[in-house]
């Protein structure tokens, strides 16, 4: 079983629509949840950062852990040609020294028309 | 706003020849990365640098590979001998604290003939 699955996609939708993508994951052990966009041969930017299970906004964006389902969700409402680019779950994996590293999601390209 | 830079943005070389990768992290962040994209495949994590010592590897992290920070601001990737399949963009990321999130560069695009 793969760590963290995320749909390639890719998504097409209408500008102003509401955009759900999605990510599950297999370790119970995970506590930090990350969303990152990345456009076209560019680096991952990080757009949200959620601790835990529960919600966060920031502005259009809603992200959401669900712990008990090893399910997280990031909620883009009134999409914006702006926003197509491809979206990067990860995880924040915890060495045993203490040390981390994020674990990634194969990304879902999203292309919203205008 | 402070931000990660990397140099080239792109490299091309023939197999066998040695690469050095740089990049300049946040100026007050602690912990520095380096990542790998294959095209068309998953971000991966190569290395984490710590108080001047690779803190932890993955597997594709071999002797081939090698990481410095010469001096108070570059970090460095080496790859002493590459291969076709090094062919990939790779990111450098520092972060600042323990539980800190990781900012990203926007990468060297390398590619091996």
């Known amino acids: 079983q793969k760590e963290v699955e995320q749909d390639p996609g890719p998504l097409s939708v209408p500008e102003g629509a509401i955009v759900s993508l999605n990510c599950t994951y297999s370790n119970s052990a995970f506590q930090y949840f990350m969303w990152y966009r990345q456009y076209s041969r560019k680096g991952p930017e990080l757009l949200m950062y959620?601790?835990?299970?529960g919600n966060k906004e920031d502005g259009r964006f809603t992200a959401q852990v669900d712990k008990s389902s090893k399910y997280i969700s990031l909620f883009i409402r009134d999409s914006q040609p702006s926003d197509s680019a491809t979206y990067l779950c990860?995880?924040?994996?915890?060495?045993?020294?203490?040390?981390?590293?994020?674990?990634f999601g194969a990304g879902t390209r999203l292309a919203v028309h205008p | 706003e402070p931000e990660v830079t990397q140099t080239p943005s792109h490299q091309v070389t023939q197999m066998g020849q040695e690469v050095i990768l740089r990049c300049v992290p946040i100026s007050n962040h602690l912990y520095f990365y380096w990542y790998r994209q294959i095209l068309g495949q998953k971000v991966e994590f190569l290395v984490s640098f710590y108080n001047n010592e690779i803190s932890e590897k993955s597997e594709i992290f071999d002797d081939q590979f090698s990481v410095e920070r010469p001096d108070g601001s570059n970090f460095t990737l080496k790859i002493r001998s590459t291969k076709l399949e090094d062919s990939a963009m790779y990111f450098c990321?520092?972060?600042?604290?323990?539980?800190?999130?990781?900012?990203f560069g926007p990468g060297t695009r390398l590619l091996v003939l």
């Open positions: 959620t601790y835990s299970s």
């Open positions: 990321a520092s972060r600042a604290g323990e539980i800190e999130t990781q900012y």
């Open positions: 990860a995880m924040i994996y915890m060495f045993s020294g203490g040390y981390n590293k994020l674990i």
